[in-house]
């Protein structure tokens, strides 16, 4: 069977030519509209900070005269997956929130007589930070540029106990010490400084190596 040539003229050619260049434009914004869709994470909630009238400490013998737990210990949980609790007014305005954060107990320097939890044992801490809508894991909400302890680092931690016998992070973001080397980045100059002044003084009293 003979095929029959088809012959276009230089129109037709020009044509099929910009058919074919807007077909290919097409199909590779759209595979690069998919690569970036499948690369991008997932966007953090957003965080809202809120005021809070906190006594502050700026050195270590403050840190640990206020403490009545000071330990060392890492988060059991990544920050979504823990308990995290907020009450409301009757109006829907946010009243209180924190997160109950298990910490797995690598050695205590300091607790009451009656503190008896051994080292490997988890222990459950308050954190001042949240979730605005805990059962949708929306918009979380801390106070003073919290940021929470985060999953697979150690950390040295000063408690409080308060009046349900439950402990609480103190001094904020200062009452709190990563052991590794990284550490988050806070919002200004001087308070980078102030962490890294208090930690080092810590890491001294408590004879921790960096």
Do not use: C, W
Not at 59 to 85: C, K, W, Y
Request: hydrophobic residues 35%.
């Amino acid at each position: 069977m003979l095929k029959k040539k088809i012959k276009f003229n230089s129109k037709q050619i020009i044509i099929l030519a910009l058919i074919a260049l807007t077909i290919a434009i097409i199909n590779t914004s759209g595979l690069e509209a998919n690569n970036k869709a499948e690369s991008t994470p997932i966007e953090k909630a957003e965080t809202i900070n809120m005021d809070a009238n906190y006594i502050l400490f700026n050195d270590v013998n403050q840190l640990d005269q206020a403490a009545d737990l000071i330990l060392v210990g890492s988060p059991t949980m990544d920050f979504p997956e823990r308990e995290h609790i907020t009450t409301y007014f009757g109006d829907g305005a946010i009243q209180d929130f924190y997160t109950l954060t298990d910490l797995k107990i690598d050695k205590i320097l300091k607790g009451p007589q009656d503190f008896n939890l051994a080292t490997s044992q988890s222990l459950k801490i308050i954190e001042p930070i949240g979730y605005a809508k805990p059962e949708k894991k929306e918009n979380k909400i801390t106070r003073e540029e919290y940021s929470e302890l985060e999953k697979g680092e150690k950390y040295i931690i000063f408690l409080m106990q308060n009046d349900q016998g439950q402990y609480v992070v103190i001094n904020v973001n200062n009452g709190k010490f990563n052991l590794n080397e990284t550490e988050v980045s806070f919002a200004s100059d001087s308070e980078n400084v102030e962490h890294e002044k208090i930690k080092k003084e810590v890491f001294s009293k408590y004879k921790i190596k960096e």
